[in-house]
T-cell receptor, first 113, second 115 residues
Framework: QKEVEQDPGPLSVPEGAIVSLNCTYSNSAFQYFMWYRQYSRKGPELLMYTYSSGNKEDGRFTAQVDKSSKYISLFIRDSQPSDSATYLCAMSLTQGGSEKLVFGKGMKLTVNP | NAGVTQTPKFRILKIGQSMTLQCAQDMNHNYMYWYRQDPGMGLKLIYYSVGAGITDKGEVPNGYNVSRSTTEDFPLRLELAAPSQTSVYFC??????????????FGSGTQLSVL
């Protein structure tokens, strides 16, 4: 079982739709959970992060973590064409005194006008 | 604000050739990283550095070398290019560990093809 699983999609939705992106993980030692957004031919940029189980909101974006189920989600409300990008989940833990950061494969999202 | 700058943006190599991918950051970050991104495979860590003079292997270091003589620069060297090294390479930097709430900044990437 891979440490971090993410459905690579692609996902295509109409403008205004609610989008749900998900990742599961197998290692309960992960402590810090992130979502990165990557536009075509660009590097990833941090979108949201959280330490704890529960929800965290930032504008149209909500990050949700369920540590008991080892499941994280990113919800996008009122999706816009500018949200079209690849979304990568990432999570980190401390291993042998160093940090280990693991990325999901990324889900390509297209929001159609 | 330049952030993390990678050069070149694109490169085609022949099998067996060598090259250096350049990475520079102007944020005075101690931590720097090299990742490769293959289609549908996510980001894999090649090498990282926690400060000048200190480097360590990541998940997929074979076929690569790095050096960190200054805080600003972290070049990645391919000695004998192989088709398996065809990928998009990203350099990143941070002020510290992500676990301590430091943000990871990525460059725009170098698209490398080995033919």
């Amino acid at each position: 079982q891979k440490e971090v699983e993410q459905d690579p999609g692609p996902l295509s939705v109409p403008e205004g739709a609610i989008v749900s992106l998900n990742c599961t993980y197998s290692n309960s030692a992960f402590q810090y959970f992130m979502w990165y957004r990557q536009y075509s031919r660009k590097g990833p940029e941090l979108l949201m992060y959280t330490y704890s189980s529960g929800n965290k909101e930032d504008g149209r974006f909500t990050a949700q973590v369920d540590k008991s189920s080892k499941y994280i989600s990113l919800f996008i409300r009122d999706s816009q064409p500018s949200d079209s990008a690849t979304y990568l989940c990432a999570m980190s833990l401390t291993q042998g005194g160093s940090e280990k950061l693991v990325f999901g494969k990324g889900m390509k999202l297209t929001v159609n006008p | 604000n330049a952030g993390v700058t990678q050069t070149p943006k694109f490169r085609i190599l022949k099998i067996g050739q060598s090259m250096t991918l350049q990475c520079a950051q102007d944020m005075n970050h101690n931590y720097m990283y090299w990742y490769r991104q293959d289609p549908g495979m996510g980001l894999k860590l090649i090498y990282y550095s926690v400060g000048a003079g200190i480097t360590d292997k990541g998940e997929v270091p074979n076929g690569y070398n790095v050096s960190r003589s200054t805080t600003e620069d972290f070049p990645l060297r391919l000695e004998l290019a192989a088709p398996s090294q065809t990928s998009v390479y990203f350099c990143a930097s941070s002020g510290g560990q992500v676990l301590t709430n430091e943000k990871l900044f990525f460059g725009s990437g170098t698209q490398l093809s080995v033919l």
